[in-house]
Every structure is written in structure tokens, then in C-alpha cells.
């Protein structure tokens, strides 16, 4: 399983920008559940949106809730993140991530938090905001 992130770059501050991670599985992609991470600089890695498998249920870190929508199209074998109205403190390396089959928005919540299990982990795309 290989997953390839992209659409970061620099945005100012109160724009959008959506990345967009890309999954190449053998297996039925449908049954993995997707997150985005990101590390900022010097400050550990933060689970901040995941999406099921199965009913897409999804959870947010309060950090982005609101602001940010996490999507899958389970046919292109993609998620995305879209991010509106960034600040600067969304500046960071954002990562995909899958792991297999969680069902419920309180299983997303757990692995956003602790990262356990996760099966797989995509190189990681720059997103810079200026003030």
C-alpha cells in the first residue's frame, strides 16, 4: 500500500487550499479508514480529520473543526482535506494516514489521538500560511 499526498503550498492566511492523498491498495480501499496528520515545527504530530470506512463517519480535532472537511471517492481511491479560512498556526507538514476498517466516529477519535495501529503512512506535503 502506497499513499502519495499532495496540493500543499503557500497560502495566506484566511484562504483555502485542499490536499488531496492518493492510495494505491490492491485490497478494497472502501474498508480502510483515512486520517490527516500534521507536525509543525518543534511540536509533536497531530491527528486532525478521519474518515471511515464503510459509512463515512468522520471526526475533527477541535483545532480545525469547522474550518476543515476530510472526503473520500472510494472509485479514485483518494481522500482530501479541504482547509478554509487557514491561520498561520495551520502551518505544517500534513501526512496521510490508513488504517484498516474503523467504523464509528469514536474509533476515528481514538486514532486521531494516539495513532495506534495505523497501517500505513504517506510522505508528508509542506503547507505554509502567511499572516
Known amino acids: 500500500v502506497q499513499l502519495q499526498a499532495s496540493g500543499g503550498g503557500l497560502v495566506q492566511a484566511g484562504g483555502s487550499l485542499r490536499l488531496s492523498c492518493t492510495v494505491s491498495?490492491?485490497?478494497?480501499?472502501?474498508?480502510?479508514?483515512m486520517g490527516w496528520f500534521r507536525q509543525a515545527p518543534g511540536k509533536e504530530r497531530e491527528g486532525i480529520a478521519g474518515?471511515?470506512?464503510?459509512?463515512?463517519?468522520?471526526h475533527y480535532a477541535d483545532s480545525v473543526k469547522d474550518r476543515f472537511t476530510i472526503s473520500r471517492d472510494n472509485a479514485k481511491k483518494t481522500v482530501e482535506l479541504r482547509m478554509n479560512r487557514v491561520k498561520p498556526d495551520d502551518t505544517a507538514v500534513y501526512y496521510c494516514?490508513?488504517?484498516?476498517?474503523?467504523?464509528?466516529?469514536?474509533?476515528?477519535?481514538?486514532?486521531?489521538?494516539?495513532?495506534?495501529?495505523?497501517?500505513?503512512w504517506g510522505k508528508g506535503t509542506q503547507v505554509t500560511v502567511s499572516s
Open positions: 494516514a490508513a488504517l484498516w476498517d474503523i467504523t464509528s466516529e469514536q474509533g476515528l477519535s481514538v486514532w486521531m489521538r494516539y495513532f495506534s495501529g495505523t497501517d500505513y
Open positions: 491498495v490492491r485490497s478494497t480501499f472502501s474498508r480502510y479508514s
Open positions: 474518515i471511515a470506512s464503510r459509512d463515512g463517519a468522520t
